[in-house]
Structure formats: C-alpha cells, structure tokens
C-alpha cells in the first residue's frame, strides 16, 4: 500500500495520560500536514512540515502538543496530559513540492479519552 | 486572508435530481482547489481538482466543478443524485505563496431522499 498510513487507528486513553500517533505520508512527497477533525466539523489545521521543518503551527496546537518530522519521513504528533476535548479524529496528510499538488490523506487516528 | 467559504452546512436533494454544492474562496493568487468526500467512519477521498488547467473539471462518481475567477468560486455539481452519494463534502484550496499551505472549508452534508 502506497496511501498515507496512520497509526494507531483507534486510541482510548485515560485523561492525563500521554498518547503519540504516527504518520507515514507517501514516500516521494515532502510536505506533510497535521489536522484535528471533531463530530460533526471539518477538519481543522494543526501544523505543517516541509521535509523536517516545521512551517506553520496553528493557535488550536497548545502547548502539550508537539509534533515532529526527523528525517522529513515520517511524523509523530504526541498530546501530552490529554483532556476530553482532545477527543477527536487525528488525520495526516502528506503532498509533493512544486506548483498545483493534491493532498492524500490517511484515514486518521480516532482519539478517546475518557 | 486566505479562506474557503461553503455556504451550506446541509443540503438535501431527492433522488434523481440535480446536486449543487457552494464553495467560495478569498485569496490574492489564484489557489488550487479540490472537492474531498467524506463518508461516515470513512476516511477522505478525493473527487475532483483544479489545477489552472481547464476550468470545467470532471471527477469521480459523475461530479465535476466549475472554476469562475471572476466569482472567486468552486462549486462542485452533479445532474443525477444518487443515494451512495449522501455523505459530507469538502471543499479544499491550497494557497501558493511562500509555501502552500492546505486550507478546508466547513463542509456540507449531503441528504439524498429516496
């Protein structure tokens, strides 16, 4: 399989605990993308790499949220001290440089905590 | 700023009828825009994109999307609605400019009515 694979694909966590999810995006494409989807919304941006560097971090990634791209393969993205509203579905997505690219998305990690 | 705007949070056809799905976007460059459908507990699946190629863009499953600059606008159509079609789409612009960055609109939810 060649897509974007996320892993794990269902977490259930108690609150306080820490959890890390992992993304392999598709192998050639440098850019890969962070985002938090809850019940009923659209999928909100969290952060973006391009190859190992961190770009962007939106105001929704606080302080116990870090995310991390080593060798600009794959990413980690660890909530440290998790609360309830950190319940939600984790999606990773990944795109290739240059001009006009689509982004493949994974089919998330879906996050639990009670 | 940059944003994707979709101007129905739902929308309802019967069966058999036409399908209209709004989306604006507001930028200072002309983005790259896509439409992604999201069935339940399923992950994001491409339908179609716009890549300053043609402005007429046909996609999977009969739905194509019409790119107006003169409207800022991408809305995604269908001539027949199908039942498999009820799900909740999402339209989706990456902005060039530095580096570009994936930005998704609110969504729509889609109801077909046998």
């Known amino acids: 399989d060649t897509g974007v694979s996320q892993n794990p694909r269902h977490k259930i966590t108690k609150r306080g605990q820490n959890v890390t999810f992992r993304c392999d995006p598709i192998?050639?494409?440098?850019?890969l993308y962070w985002y938090r989807q809850t019940l009923g919304q659209g999928p909100e941006f969290l952060t973006y790499f391009q190859n190992e560097a961190q770009l962007e971090k939106s105001r929704l990634l606080s302080d116990r949220f870090s995310a991390e791209r080593p060798k600009g393969s794959f990413s980690t993205l660890e909530i440290q001290r998790t609360e309830q509203g950190d319940s939600a579905m984790y999606l990773c997505a990944s795109s290739s440089g240059g001009g006009h690219t689509e982004a493949f998305f994974g089919q998330g990690t879906r996050l639990t905590v009670v | 700023a940059q944003s994707v705007t979709q101007l129905d949070s739902h929308v309802s056809v019967s069966e058999g009828t036409p399908v209209l799905l709004r989306c604006n976007y507001s930028s200072s460059y002309s983005p790259s825009l896509f439409w992604y459908v999201q069935h339940p507990n399923k992950g994001l699946q491409l339908l179609l994109k716009?890549?300053?190629?043609?402005?007429l863009v046909k996609g999977i499953n009969g739905f194509e999307a019409e790119f107006k600059k003169s409207e800022t606008s991408f809305h995604l159509t269908k001539p027949s609605a199908h039942m498999s079609d009820a799900a909740e789409y999402f339209c989706v612009a990456a902005f060039s400019g530095g580096y570009q960055k994936v930005t998704f609109g609110t969504g729509t939810k889609l109801q077909v009515i046998p």
């Open positions: 192998s050639e494409h440098n850019r």
């Open positions: 716009y890549t300053s190629a043609a402005t």
